[in-house]
């Protein structure tokens, strides 16, 4: 979850609230699915809430017609939350909600890998290229009603893709190129590294590797990760469309190490414990994941500004870079 990510101060809030029958008790559900469906979250027991357009007004206007209908009663306002609830606590909320949705279309997705690991009939991959297009608009619609770009979805996005490569046997998404390798750290100097605010621990940890092994003087932008323009020149990383970011089931550490040529291994086992708590699949097992989990979720809570994220975060995989490579020794 991002700070501010480029929302106003002023942010204006659409409320529904409502009361339901209680017979039919299908009508409650049917309600209910419908206000998953458009993205709305609880903020009180019969009060949802949507970050105010004219998208979602109408979305709300359509839904109180069907619950005055249905024998219900309801409401739309428009507010501006004062207390109690803080525009960063409700946007929380729906970075929650989006995150679960993105994690359970991850599930599938993984569980669909498995059954791809080994080669399969001609006839096999059709059914397996329509299971793909399903996870796509699973996808697409979670995107839809994500308003507030929550961290889980550049995972699911590059699970996917990385199914995609797997299934047209296309090695881009798991072998780099040659040339990657030797693209070398001095074409990487004096550039700007863009990152989507609010960075967690994989964007934490690639602006640390940046400025550590790639280029000290690195400038480093945070910027609102939804519809976000690059500008000529600028190397994006862990974000959608970026040249540096989550392919099949790496992190964006894992593909930046890659892409650059880092083999160093306590630069490996960084990377190891950063994929385990990126994308949460247990994938290494590290047993040091939960520790430096909970630092980072501390310097997050502790610091709202994306720089002080990165400078606190420093010395934790500094201090871990030193421990692996005594380790070695």
Known sequence: ?????????EQRWLLLIHQLPSKPAYFRVKIWRRLQGIGAVAVKSTVYAL????ETQEDFEWLLKE???GGGEAMVCEARLIDGLSDAQARALFDAARDGDYEEIARDTRALAVKLETAIA???QAEARTQIGRLRKRLADVVAIDFFGANSRLPVEGLIAGLEAQLTKDKKMTEEPAKTATETLAALKGRTWVTRKGVYVDRIACSWLIRRFID???VIRFVPGKDYVPAPGELRFDMFQGEFTHEGDRCSFEVLLGRVGLTDPALQAIGEIVHDIDLKDA???RDEATGIASLIAGIAM???DDEQRVVHGAPVFDN???YFRNKRG
Do not use: H, R, V, W
């Open 67 to 69: 619950i005055a209908e």
């Open 122 to 124: 001609p006839e096999e």
């Open 216 to 218: 000290p003087a690195a």
């Open 320 to 322: 871990l870079y030193q």
């Open 51 to 54: 970050p105010s357009n004219a």
């Open 1 to 9: 979850m991002g700070d501010d990510d480029g929302i106003s101060m």
């Open 283 to 285: 994938k290494f097992a």
């Open 302 to 304: 502790a610091n709202q």
